[in-house]
């Protein structure tokens, strides 16, 4: 037997089985009992809620001879007619393809004739949004004034689309998004259904996938099956390019040790198995709100909303580290995660926020006093080295360096951020960065950053420099070791950076 997709197998055919959406359930089956029936209706919210489910619904209920408290019987002739389109007094348009005023006056030619074997005719409108103005004209006129046996139910995900004429001909009725709790329940009892083994911790985590979204979620499921019937969290991380637990936990554990080469390492790898970066962004904030929940005297796995044993692994890593890194944690990757939301680069903005943080106990040598434009003495007789001393040219900060940041700021936000209060100079035709740790880093690891420093420099001066980091030149004009106090303060004086501690 072919394989029918779980979303459609398991359309909710009562108001009973119709996960949420209590109020309007309830509202609707309550004027069914009634008998007090609406003549337009506008089912509103999010795709993959229910409102195409519950217009059918309704259409059977408001028809079924034995109506029982506004549920369909689902017995009877008409019922059954309307479950496999036999019966013509229902009659279904998906607006997106037919959205001209012809497709409209189509089926509007025939509201005037009495149904034939059901009480009501029903008009279900999907995506009502899509059609024209003209067409959206013609609805309105019918709708002004409907013939008693008439019941219009207009679908949309877009309600800003629908003129107020239209809204305020029709009862409105809003579907919400559902709840991880709402989403979960129904998931396992498919699996229950289906003879899957699903693990409530694997429920959940398509439930928070599918983002409010039933049919999301089912359709997750769906994908899922194709991996075998045991379903657990690692089956749905790998299916849905999501990282697993263990993954968050051993990135966190690096990021905490501030082993910079293993945290890019393992983002690599993430990367490689197609995890998605803003989400991965999302659930570092995720965990790292759980390290500062776990460290609370009276925390529970309930506090956090995880399992048992995740919440001892996620305590004891919290042991490992202290509440003012978590924080600093917490802010690194909420800026990151909004920078990606603004459109920057995923990848740079979470590189940034890994680099800060695994630096964040280096100080930056802050010697130089502010003025950039001002040109530091000559640079002091090179160290008794073997190293081939390059050609000599003097060194001189470059003039362009703070148009060069605002440049990139217009470009790349974090990698702005990162190089706001650094300072550049120009050696044999190559723009020296002297900044923060981190910088440095980021930007000998990251081609794309690098590139963007490159142009922005252009930009800023007219000219193509190569860049480099300060540090790696600074020694050529740091004083010998064995160099009095006086000399190295009058160094810094002059711009160049010196490390006393060397
Ligand atoms: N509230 C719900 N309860 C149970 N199943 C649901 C619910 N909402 C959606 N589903 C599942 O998703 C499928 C699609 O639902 P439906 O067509 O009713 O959504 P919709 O809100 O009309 O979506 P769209 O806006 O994309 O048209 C259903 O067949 C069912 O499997
Ligand atoms: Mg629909
Ligand atoms: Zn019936």
């Given amino acids: 037997m072919a394989h029918i997709a779980l979303y459609r197998k398991y359309r909710p055919k009562t108001f009973s089985e119709v996960v949420g ?32 489910s519950c217009a059918k619904i309704f259409a059977k209920a408001i028809n079924c001879q034995h109506n029982h408290n506004g549920e369909p019987c689902l017995q009877c002739d008409v019922c059954k007619g309307i479950e496999n389109e036999s019966v013509y007094d229902v009659t279904e348009m998906d607006a997106a393809s037919n959205n001209s005023v012809e497709d409209i006056r189509d089926i509007l030619s025939e509201v005037m004739y009495l149904p034939v074997m059901a009480k009501y005719k029903v008009y279900i409108i999907d995506e009502v949004h899509m059609l024209s103005t003209a067409a959206f004209n013609a609805l309105l006129k019918t709708l002004e004034e409907p013939p008693a046996h008439v019941v219009f139910i ?65 359709s997750i499921l769906d994908t899922c099956l194709s991996r075998g019937n045991v379903i657990n969290d690692d089956i749905v991380a790998d299916v849905a390019g999501i990282s697993k637990q263990q993954e968050i936990l051993t990135l966190a554990d690096y990021i905490i040790k501030k082993d910079l080469p293993s945290a890019l390492q393992e ?31 009276k925390s529970t796995y309930q506090l956090l909303n995880v399992s048992p044993e995740k919440f001892e692994l996620t305590k004891k890593q919290a042991e490992t580290t202290n509440h003012a890194f978590i924080q600093t944690a917490l802010s690194a990757f909420t800026t990151a995660f909004e920078s990606i939301s603004k459109g920057q680069n995923p990848k740079i903005s979470l590189d940034i926020a890994i680099y800060t943080l695994c630096n964040t106990q280096i ?77 440095n880093n980021y930007l000998r690891g990251n081609r794309e950053a690098a590139t963007i420093v490159k142009q922005a420099i252009q930009q800023a001066c007219g000219k193509m420099h190569n860049i480099g980091g300060y540090k790696n030149i600074a020694d050529k004009f740091a004083p010998p070791k064995t160099d009095g106090l006086e000399d190295i303060l009058s160094l810094r004086n002059s711009g160049v950076e010196v490390n006393i501690n060397d």
């Avoid at 359930?25 to 409102?51: D, M, P």
């Avoid at 983002?267 to 965990?287: A, F, M, N, W």
């Fill in 21 to 52: 959406q209590k109020v309007v359930v309830e509202s609707l089956k309550n004027q069914i009992a009634a008998g007090k029936i609406g003549h337009a209706f506008l089912f509103t919210g999010t795709r993959g809620t229910g409102k195409t």
């Fill in 154 to 218: 207009l679908a949309t995900t877009e309600l800003h689309k629908v003129p107020a004429t239209i809204l305020s001909r029709c009862q409105r009725y809003d579907f919400n998004k559902l709840s991880i709790e709402e989403i979960g329940e129904a998931l396992m009892y498919i699996a229950d259904c289906e003879g899957i083994e699903l693990s409530q911790s694997a429920a959940r985590t398509i439930a928070s996938l599918a983002d409010g979204a039933m049919r999301d979620a089912t």
């Fill in 267 to 297: 983002i690599l790898l993430l990367e490689q198995r197609s995890v998605d970066i803003k989400r991965l962004c999302e659930e570092l904030i995720t965990h790292f709100r759980n390290l500062l929940l776990a460290n609370l005297p």
């Fill in 363 to 439: 100080v930056p040598v802050s010697v130089v006093p502010a003025a950039q434009e001002q040109r530091p003495a000559a640079p002091v007789q090179p160290q008794q080295t073997v190293a081939p001393q390059p050609q000599q040219e003097e060194i001189i900060p470059f003039a362009q360096w703070l148009n060069t940041i605002d440049i990139v700021g217009t470009m790349d936000k974090p990698l702005y951020s990162l190089l706001k209060g650094s300072r550049a100079y120009l050696y044999n035709n190559i723009v020296y960065i002297d900044g923060h740790e981190a910088l």
